[in-house]
């Protein structure tokens, strides 16, 4: 028996030590996906979409592990503390990396931290009825929540992208609007089908979903949805309003150059898949090209945006 | 649909669907029986394997190991006193005083009858009621989610019968509990004292865990010295049929409880945790022997069991319908449909029609299959505690409590957190407090209070925002259900007198 340990013990060594010298020819072994939200959810569902096409551009398996909670603020602070060998890689939201710490106390993580490699695509918001409704356009809808002031409108987590573009969509409206946050996007889907609430700001992806029971009135984008081709965006309807939510992948602080580049090919070339392409825009999902260059743009420019609309709202942390 | 159903047939008869099933079956079993691996997490384990099959196949895998996690759940809880899954939580009430007995074999075998009759329910919910019973799930709206939170509460006063007073102040203790991390509305953090860590809150598995497990453990170490094995084997001849007879002659438990788990499914966001509990609450009320609850008695288990696997079928009514999961591995279901590109709604029903019966059927079959996978693993489970001697069964409990609390979000700060709630459980038990109620408060806080903050906000459109509360039938309904379940241990002594007079002729 102490000869079977010291045995395993030696082999873990041995395993341990050459893993560690064998940067260079990265990757040599599984990778691990972490996906910080539940499986079955959407962040799972497009790393999902990506996980057999990025083993085949990397040659090894992609292992999915979910650190779910805090709204994924509890696997991003996990990344900070990530051996960064490029072995491990998460699965990153925007706005939430950048929300997260500017409103609470000590999220874990600061924005800096999570370092893109990677933005795939970009999920704009939608203001959703039931179809059966009487608000039948963006028109109508404006017209009802002028007559009902504090119209209750349903829509995922706070602060959040649903919930910031409910309070900017009211002001370039000139409404009285009543978000109410739902634990998700589509725990708040019922709620909706059962006229608990009027009308949703939520995602593309779920006007997507649901075609015979949701009216999307209108798209937070610069253009239409794929998925959605006949609703207008609210920028064609005059209202200057665009919000949504992105999703890419990061590596810990501290990844070697080389780890990184290898990473951002191949998610590059899987975004370029036909396949993959297919599915992710028929599920209601913009696909987006940043890579780790623009990355770094798009969220420090995001950052600046979202620093002034929390501190209008009073919502930053002091 | 007869079409369709028999083209399903037609599909499932083969060997490799059937090996399929049975595979399935041992799998979830497995993981159902060991604490931290939820039924949720079996499903999303075994997600990249379906990749590779049909997307028939590779639902019909996933019923499977969903079907039989729930059941799995049970052994661990009637063997060594700790819900596998969450939907077995109640099953320790009885499952575990029968088994100290040394009725442990009986114990599971009741479990097994009882889930397979339970299963089978929920799915013939699904097949034939399904459009109609999802619009249920659509009446039930924040205020509604808030008054189904108070009426689990009111559970309590039938869980902790011997003791209302402490068993009130160990609900709200879980509701404490609940309240740590990211609030549900509103995004505020509250009561991490600092930690990052602490932002996802307490899970609900981890604290379960710690709550049952280790002061199990702890009990065991503390009497290992007088008892080297932690129960003893009475083996009885003819067990298995005498056991059958016994449960089959429990129909009312057996359908009530199975009905109530088919609705408590059918809403999304509750699921079987809810269920075993408001099933085992509804037997004690509607028994002649209240008091014999916790005893190690068989309508406790036939309530608990037959209710989580009625959950299953019920789970997926407003999910094949409507594309809304009811309990949360039908949400990991629906991401596998997503990605096959078949979307819940209608359409599965029609132009899809005959992957959705192949399934229902499949998990039919699954349901029946768990008697012979069940008594078969059961039987060996039974011996492998009964024979391990309990200082080799404690540590290895802790060792399996170390990594299903790690497991459950892939996080080391989980197990620091189970270890910490297990000592306070251990002290706690001694002080007279169950971990009944305290998991029960702990469940039901978030949807209690995300339905009360949502409620009041969508009030704020009525002239007075609390009227909100008192709107809908659904919420009367469930208000004189509380105030009914709250009173009940009251009537109960007085009901109890009179049946002793009488009691002579009724038969327990």
Avoid at chain 1, 227 to 249: C, I, Q, S
Avoid at chain 1, 256 to 264: C, F, H, I, T, Y
Avoid at chain 2, 95 to 117: C, H, N, Q, W
């Amino acid at each position: 028996m102490k000869k079977f340990f010291l045995l395993l013990s030696l082999t873990i060594f041995c395993i341990a030590t050459v893993s560690g010298i064998a940067l260079a020819k990265y990757p040599e072994k599984a990778i691990t996906y972490v996906i910080c939200f539940n499986p079955g959810g959407e962040s799972d569902i497009t790393a999902r979409i990506q996980q057999k096409p990025l083993e085949k551009v990397l040659g090894v398996p992609i292992i999915m592990v979910y650190k779910k909670g805090g709204g994924g603020a509890v696997g991003w602070s996990e990344l900070t503390r990530t051996k960064p060998d490029g072995y491990t890689i998460f699965g990153t939201n925007l706005p939430h990396i950048i929300v997260q710490p500017l409103t609470r106390k000590n999220a874990g993580y600061k924005t800096e931290q999570i370092h893109n490699v990677y933005i795939f695509e970009f999920t704009p918001n939608v203001l959703a009825v039931k179809k059966d409704s009487e608000i039948k356009t963006l028109k109508d809808f404006v017209e009802y929540a002028k007559k009902h002031p504090n119209l209750p409108v349903g829509g995922s987590g706070q602060p959040s992208a649903n919930s910031l573009g409910t309070v900017e969509f009211s002001k370039v409206a000139n409404l009285k609007l009543n978000y109410i946050s739902f634990t998700g996007s589509g725990a708040a889907v019922p709620a909706l089908f059962g006229g608990h609430v009027k009308a949703l700001m939520t995602y593309t992806s779920m006007a997507a979903r649901y075609p015979d029971k949701m009216r999307a009135l209108a798209v937070a984008a610069e253009k239409r949805a794929k998925a959605l081709p006949d609703v207008p965006t609210f920028k064609e309807l005059g209202y200057n309003y665009v919000e949504g939510a992105y999703r890419g992948a990061a590596v810990p602080p501290g990844t070697p150059e080389n780890v990184r580049k290898v990473l951002e090919k191949a998610f590059e070339k899987v975004n370029h898949d036909p396949t993959v392409i297919k599915k992710m825009e028929d599920l209601g999902f913009i696909m987006e090209y940043y890579g780790e260059a623009e990355s770094k743009k798009l969220v420090d420019k995001l950052t600046v945006y979202y620093r002034n609309l929390l501190k209008e709202l009073g919502l930053l942390k002091k | 649909m007869i079409e369709a159903l028999s083209g399903a047939l037609h599909h499932i008869f083969t060997v490799k669907i059937f090996l399929m099933i049975i595979a399935g079956l041992f799998g979830g079993l497995l993981t159902g029986a060991l604490p931290g691996l939820t039924a949720t997490m079996a499903v999303a384990l075994l997600v990249p394997f379906t990749f590779t099959m049909e997307p028939t196949e590779g639902l019909i895998v996933l019923g499977a190991i969903y079907m039989s996690s729930i059941y799995g759940g049970s052994f661990s809880a009637i063997l060594v006193n700790t819900p596998g899954t969450p939907s077995s939580i109640g099953t320790t009430f009885d499952g575990y005083p029968m088994a100290k007995r040394g009725e442990g074999d009986r114990a599971v075998l009741i479990a097994t009858f009882a889930s397979v009759y339970g299963g089978i329910i929920g799915v013939l919910f699904l097949l034939f009621l399904a459009p109609p019973l999802a619009k249920v799930a659509l009446k039930f709206g924040p205020p509604e989610y808030f008054w189904m939170a108070v009426f689990g509460i009111t559970i309590i006063s039938s869980l902790a019968s011997k003791n209302i007073i402490k068993g009130f102040i160990g609900g709200a203790i879980g509701l404490l509990i609940s309240t740590i991390g990211i609030a549900p509305i509103g995004g505020d953090v509250r009561f991490t004292a600092g930690f990052s860590q602490l932002q996802g809150g307490i899970e609900l598995i981890v604290a379960l865990i710690g709550f049952f497990c280790i002061p199990e453990a702890l009990t065991m170490i503390g009497q290992r010295g007088k008892k080297f094995h932690l129960t003893e084997a009475k083996r009885k001849k003819g067990i298995f049929l005498q056991t059958f007879k016994d449960v089959m002659k429990k129909q009312g438990n057996l359908l009530r409880s199975s009905i109530l788990g088919t609705i408590v499914g059918i809403l999304p966001g509750a699921g079987g945790s809810i269920a075993n509990l408001v099933a085992y609450n509804e037997a004690v009320r509607v028994s002649k022997e209240p008091e014999k609850f916790g005893t190690g008695i068989i309508d406790g288990i036939i309530a608990t069991e037959s209710s989580n696997n009625a959950v299953v079928g019920g789970g997926m009514i407003p999910l094949v319908t409507l594309g809304i999961p009811g309990a949360p591995p039908d949400a990991v279901l629906y991401g596998v449909l997503l990605l096959q590109g078949l979307r819940p709604g209608p359409e599965l029903f029609t132009t899809h029609s005959h992957v959705i019966y192949t399934f229902i059927i499949s998990l039919f079959f699954a349901t029946i299959f768990m008697l012979p996978v069940g008594v078969i693993a059961g039987k060996v489970l039974h011996k492998t505690v009964v024979r391990l001697p309990v200082r080799f069964l404690a540590p290895l409990i802790i060792f399996l409590t170390i990594i299903g609390s790690y497991s459950i979000r892939n996080n080391i700060t989980d197990v620091y957190i189970m270890l910490t709630l297990g000592v306070l459980g251990y002290i706690l038990k001694r002080l007279g407090f169950h971990p009944g109620p305290i998991t029960l408060g702990l469940i039901l806080g978030p949807i209690g209070e995300a339905g009360f903050v949502q409620a009041l906000l969508i009030g704020e459109m009525l002239p007075n925002k609390w009227m909100i509360f008192f709107k809908s039938p659904i919420s009367w309904i469930l208000i004189i259900l509380s105030l009914l379940s709250l009173s009940w241990p009251l009537f109960a002594k007085k009901l109890a007198k009179e049946w002793k007079v009488k009691g002579d002729e009724v038969e327990g």
